[in-house]
């Protein structure tokens, strides 16, 4: 009974959220927007060299994914939060669990997927080899699912927060870094011609582990932030 | 009520705690003194200079101590945060927090220990290496528990996030170390640790003896923190005032 | 190269941040409690 409840709450809010971020389409773009632009800085930063763009290639594409997942992970339940919603999801019964990841799973489809398509332009961009291109698509299929689950609880904890955003940063990067070290690894071995399933495995594993954790802390900390 | 129960129910009364506290740390802070004291006459006088890395091994002292105590701080701090989120303690929950910035001070000294330890040994003062780059990003997870907690008006809240925040940092924690070493063995092949595999015992001992000296610095200061949270926390009510009136008379 | 500048800097270092560490909580408790006993002293309360 509760189980189908929570289902039911479950897709009716990760429908709602889809429709709304497609109706903010702007904003839901901001990102992607800064994504590009903070990418195409390095070659100006760096040198056109195509050898050196290649070698920094993964890390910087991560890096600037990281960087625009925290961007859009502020307003991840920032409305929902102000004008009472969240509040109301509390109210219902339904549990919190299913509804923080109806919240990150629509956070990943609008954030996280966009991020993916972009991918290849973004390797065009700085020198990639299509072996690495491909690496680097995998990795962020894999990784962008753990910045949306990890995100959630920073977002979570700073939601009443007035200046919330600069706060968010520095709670959630350090989080990251095991991420950002495998997922690069796996691209810079791609490109050698090395071996990557390893750093591919440990990848999922990180993938699952945050999947069956971090919905739980982020309703802990929805519970708190609406004490 | 045996007398352990009767201990833990006790230490839940601010003002008997803070009445235990207020006589217990001169004497955590005495031995501090005499263990550090000791640990440096043996570590700095009376041991040899390592027969590789020479008279910097010294730093080590300082150095191993204040990196296990980062990490232990640590570890302690999300385990009196989670007591505290669970069953709503709140002198978990003020212990917890005031644990943060110790922390992060054992962590500041071991980054710029091991950094001055590397200027000689290593011939730079920052290198990526596994140790140092651990360090600090468990500086950054400090920092942000800190600022996690200091960004909300409401002290009891802001605990408990910032327990909630600790506990997420604390199942990351073995993650990042372990990404942090494979990391750095792909990128730097080996390097020189910070100890041998096999160590003398004139190095052993003052090394010990200094990471005993930290458990009892750590200790008092946190429960002086602690004091001073419960007062801050408690000031409106009566047995605060009860104490501090006491105090004027 | 002399080790020595580099010992003396570490442990100095550690022992300006220890104390500072240590100290930090003595002075806030000084004026934490004035501050309290100021008010107690002009409302009673």
Redesign the interface.
């Known amino acids: 009974m509760s189980g189908t409840s929570a289902w039911h709450a479950f897709t009716a809010l990760l429908r709602r959220d889809l429709v709304l971020a497609f109706r903010r389409r702007t904003e839901m773009f901001q990102p992607l927007i800064f994504l590009l632009v903070v990418v195409s800085l390095f070659p100006l930063g760096v040198g056109p060299s195509p050898q050196l763009l290649a070698s920094i290639a993964p890390g910087v594409i991560w890096i600037a994914a990281l960087l625009a997942t925290v961007l859009s992970l502020d307003t991840l339940f920032r409305s929902d939060f102000e004008d009472g919603t969240l509040e109301q999801f509390v109210v219902s019964g339904h549990p919190l669990t299913a509804i923080a990841f109806a919240k990150i799973l629509a956070h990943w489809m609008v954030a996280g997927v966009p991020l993916v398509l972009m991918t290849p332009l973004l390797s065009l961009w700085m020198n990639l080899s299509v072996d690495g291109m491909v690496v680097m698509l995998v990795t962020l299929v894999l990784g962008t699912p753990v910045l949306s689950l990890v995100g959630s609880?920073?977002g979570a904890?700073?939601v009443?927060?007035k200046?919330?955003g600069q706060?968010l940063s520095?709670?959630v990067?350090?989080?990251y870094?095991?991420l950002l070290?495998?997922a690069t690894?796996a691209v810079s071995a791609a490109v050698a011609g090395l071996p990557y399933t390893g750093q591919l495995g440990l990848m999922v594993a990180?993938l699952i582990a945050a999947l069956t954790?971090a919905p739980f802390?982020t309703a802990?900390?929805l519970k708190?932030?609406l004490? | 009520m045996n007398p352990i129960m009767k201990f833990i129910h006790l230490m839940g009364s601010p003002p008997w705690f803070y009445q235990f506290s207020g006589r217990l740390i001169p004497w955590l802070?005495g031995l501090f003194v005499v263990l550090a004291a000791c640990g440096?006459y043996l570590g700095?006088v009376k041991a040899p200079p390592d027969y590789l890395q020479?008279?910097?091994a010294?730093?080590m002292y300082?150095?191993v101590p204040?990196a296990w105590m980062s990490m232990m701080i640590y570890a302690l701090m999300a385990v009196m945060g989670f007591v505290g989120?669970v069953w709503h303690v709140r002198i978990a929950e003020i212990l917890a927090i005031s644990s943060a910035?110790?922390g992060a001070?054992f962590t500041?000294?071991a980054l710029?220990?091991g950094s001055?330890?590397g200027?000689?040994t290593w011939g730079t003062y920052w290198v990526w290496d596994a140790r140092l780059t651990s360090e600090l990003?468990l500086l950054?997870?400090y920092?942000?528990v800190i600022?996690?907690y200091s960004?909300?008006d409401e002290p009891r809240?802001a605990a408990?996030?910032a327990s909630?925040?600790a506990?997420?940092?604390l199942?990351?924690l073995p993650?990042?170390h372990?990404?942090?070493t494979?990391?750095n063995t792909?990128h730097q092949g080996s390097s020189i640790g910070a100890s041998g595999s096999s160590i003398h015992p004139s190095m052993l001992w003052p090394l010990l003896i200094m990471a005993l000296a930290t458990k009892f610095?750590y200790a008092?200061?946190l429960l002086?923190?602690a004091?001073?949270r419960l007062?801050?926390q408690d000031?409106?009510k009566n047995w605060?005032?009860e104490l501090?009136?006491e105090?004027?008379a | 190269?002399s080790?020595?500048p580099?010992?003396l800097?570490?442990?100095g270092?550690?022992t300006l941040?220890?104390l500072?560490?240590?100290l930090?909580?003595?002075l806030?408790?000084r004026k934490?409690?004035s501050e309290?006993?100021a008010?107690?002293e002009r409302t009673g309360?």
Do not use: C
Request: charged share 15%; aromatic share 10%.
């Open positions: 609880i920073g904890l700073t009443s927060l200046r919330g706060l520095l709670l990067f350090p989080l870094v095991p070290i495998v690894n990180g954790l802390a802990a900390a708190l932030s004490e | 802070w440096l700095l020479g008279e910097s010294r730093i300082i150095h204040s989120l910035p110790i001070l500041a000294v710029a220990s001055l330890w200027r000689p990003v950054f997870l920092l942000g600022g996690l960004a909300f809240k408990r996030a909630l925040l506990l997420v940092g199942v990351n993650i990042i372990y990404s942090v494979w990391w792909l610095y008092a200061n002086s923190r004091r001073i007062i801050e000031q409106r605060v005032r501090l009136q105090g004027t | 190269m080790h020595t580099f010992i800097a570490a442990y270092v550690a941040l220890l500072w560490g240590a930090a909580p003595v806030r408790a934490l409690k309290i006993r008010r107690l309360d």
